[in-house]
């Protein structure tokens, strides 16, 4: 993929993302580290009170037990959309004209279901891979492979 000059990558995950500029060109391109967000993975103990419900069915004498939240999943969710905000907002700021999306499916998926209008005009391609725990000269390489 030839990444043209001063395009915006975004690179994340639900834990972490990196907001990336091509320096370079289309030949060369140079990612230069504009900011990055993260948030911490609390463990599972500060993140619930209890253990899983378990509903017993009065006719028949049933019992199962309730599907127990993820809120490790909700917090990626949450991360997810928070940096779709931001996103939006850089837009609306006029900080990037092009852009280009690299995360994993779910994340992927929930970054799409936050972008504002602005954002989703911006968005030359969305790469789904999980490259943002790879250093700067992996990512150029592996989005230039594409």
């Known amino acids: 993929m030839r990444i043209a000059?001063?395009?915006?990558?975004v690179v994340a995950d639900g834990r972490k993302s990196l907001f990336l500029r091509n320096e370079g060109d289309a030949e060369f391109p140079h990612f230069i580290?504009?900011?990055?967000?993260?948030?911490?993975?609390l463990p599972d103990r500060?993140?619930?009170?209890?253990?899983?419900?378990?509903?017993?069915?009065?006719?028949?004498?049933?019992?199962?037990?309730?599907?127990e939240t993820?809120?490790?999943?909700?917090?990626?969710?949450?991360?997810?959309?928070?940096s779709a905000a931001l996103l939006g907002r850089?837009?609306?700021?006029?900080?990037f004209a092009k852009l280009i999306i690299v995360a994993p499916p779910r994340t992927?998926?929930?970054?799409?279901?936050?972008?504002?209008?602005?954002?989703?005009?911006?968005?030359?391609v969305e790469v789904d891979k999980d490259l943002v725990n790879h250093p700067i000269n992996r990512i150029e390489e592996a989005l230039k492979a594409l």
């Open 70 to 82: 993820d809120y490790h999943q909700q917090a990626e969710d949450r991360f997810a959309a928070d």
């Open 90 to 95: 850089k837009a609306q700021d006029g900080e």
């Open 5 to 9: 000059h001063d395009v915006l990558v």
């Open 33 to 41: 580290v504009e900011s990055h967000r993260s948030h911490e993975d």
């Open 46 to 67: 500060d993140l619930k009170s209890d253990a899983p419900t378990v509903a017993v069915s009065s006719v028949g004498g049933r019992r199962s037990t309730v599907e």
């Open 108 to 124: 992927l998926g929930e970054l799409r279901r936050h972008y504002t209008n602005e954002v989703s005009s911006r968005i030359l």
